[in-house]
């Protein structure tokens, strides 16, 4: 068995996989259901006393989507989109405070973490909801700076994302609540901002213990037959193929603020990813579309999973933290890598022609009953993907003499 634990903000969990705020955590049943299936925490569903919040979940709208974007129907793939609306706890903050109390029961008796979420329309509303976490026992606060509905919707303060794109604002609500409460403060972000790093600084500054990376994109999907957009207009868009983007910002902000705490979120699909994530910075990973999909219960796979990894490698889940992140290099370091060069192998050459398409620097060159590559190579290595015969081989690397230098 590896050891899992992670140290964050301070608290300990027993494993950094946790449920994201939304519909899996929109109740104590569901909470409990992510608990008893080992989540090392859960994010519960951000609470808004702006009725508008919570009437958007009245009225939620999800549809998986396949990778023509078009409606799933029984069969979602697993590079599927996960396409819809929905708004704040269906309940009333003070309401909401009662239940969450007796989540964190059952979260100390399985030795799981409750993290609280909020979302303010005004920075004494902010700190209201901070307080009601902090005086029930919940150790950690997250801000949804991040939620994309509030774009199109007619909301009497700026809510979400819209306040994520603010950092002025959000800054001032940060350090509004990290000055009112003991516990520490997350900002969980939006992507759609130019510099994440610039984000994240701000938030430090102002006295934020973390940052979570992040909420969901918006989006607009048409519906082509009926030419008009699906489910009737812009909505919140993610699944398994945002990876490689959000682990681009979680990567940037470990390697400019190494110690900084970062929560991942937006992406996520197995224990794999899970393990890509925090190998990019993330000490805690949340996951949200993967399990409305599969089932609360496929939570204990991907536990069981980054414990076989962790333990096959004898690493522990600390050990990976930025793991990857730490060994990026800049494009120019890259150059002193070499730079390889693709070579053919005859024998496995079935002469389909698909490399010679392909490259696109004049360097494969054929007389119809052999191909072969000439010294325009640049070693950028599309012909060794697009070979259906494993013909290609790119495993020399030479050192890179640029002749123009
Ligand atoms: C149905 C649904 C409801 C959500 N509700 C909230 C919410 O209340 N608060 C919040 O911070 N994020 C919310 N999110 C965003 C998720 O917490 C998560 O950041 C996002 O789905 C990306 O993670 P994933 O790729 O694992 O789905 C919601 C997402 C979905 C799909």
């Not at 009497?156 to 800054?171: T, V, Y």
Request: hydrophobic share 40%; glycine share 8%; proline share 5%.
């Amino acid at each position: 068995m590896a050891d899992l634990s992670v140290n964050f903000c301070g608290v300990k969990f027993k494993n950094p996989i946790l449920a994201a705020s939304a519909e899996p955590t929109l109740n104590l049943n569901m909470m409990r259901k992510c608990i008893e299936a080992g989540a090392g925490g859960v994010v519960a569903k951000s609470i808004s006393s702006i009725y508008g919040m919570r009437k958007l979940s009245k009225y939620s709208t999800w549809r998986y989507l396949n990778e023509k974007h078009e409606v799933a129907r029984g069969k979602v793939p697993r590079m599927f989109t996960l396409y819809g609306r929905a708004g704040a706890s269906l309940v009333p903050p003070k309401e909401w405070m009662k239940m969450l109390k007796e989540v964190k029961v059952i979260a100390d008796a399985n030795g799981a973490v409750v993290i609280g979420s909020g979302m303010g329309p005004t920075i004494p509303d902010w700190v209201e909801q901070a307080k009601m976490f902090e005086d029930i026992g919940i150790p950690i606060m997250e801000c949804n700076f991040g939620c994309p509905h509030p774009y199109a919707m007619d909301l009497p303060a700026k809510m979400g994302m819209e306040i994520g794109q603010d950092m002025e604002l959000s800054s001032a609500i940060i350090e509004a609540i990290s000055s009112a409460v003991k516990i520490p403060v997350l900002a969980k972000c939006t992507q759609q901002i130019p510099d994440m790093v610039d984000m994240a600084k701000a938030m430090k500054v102002n006295g934020a213990a973390g940052v979570t990376i992040s909420n969901r994109f918006v989006g607009f999907v048409v519906d082509v037959e009926n030419g008009k957009p699906l489910i009737s207009g812009w909505s919140g868009v993610g699944g398994p193929w945002v990876k490689p983007l959000t682990l681009r910002w979680i990567s940037k902000v470990h390697v400019a603020m190494n110690e900084f705490q970062i929560s991942g979120s937006n992406g996520p699909y197995d224990w794999k990813d899970i393990a890509e994530f925090m190998m990019s910075g993330a000490t805690t990973v949340q996951v949200c579309s993967v399990i409305m999909l599969k089932g609360i219960a496929y939570i204990t796979e991907m536990v069981a999973g980054l414990n076989s990894f962790l333990d096959r490698k004898k690493w522990s889940a600390r050990d990976i933290i930025g793991m990857a992140a730490k060994q990026a290099l800049t494009y120019d370091q890259m150059y002193d890598l070499g730079r390889s060069r693709s070579t053919i192998d005859e024998e496995k050459c079935t002469m389909c022609g698909n490399c010679l398409e392909s490259c696109f620097y004049d360097a494969i060159g054929t007389d119809g009953e052999k191909v072969w590559v000439n010294d325009n190579c640049v070693g950028c290595g599309i012909c060794y993907s697009v070979c259906p015969s494993d013909a290609v081989d790119m495993s020399e690397l030479k050192p890179f003499v640029d002749p123009e230098k």
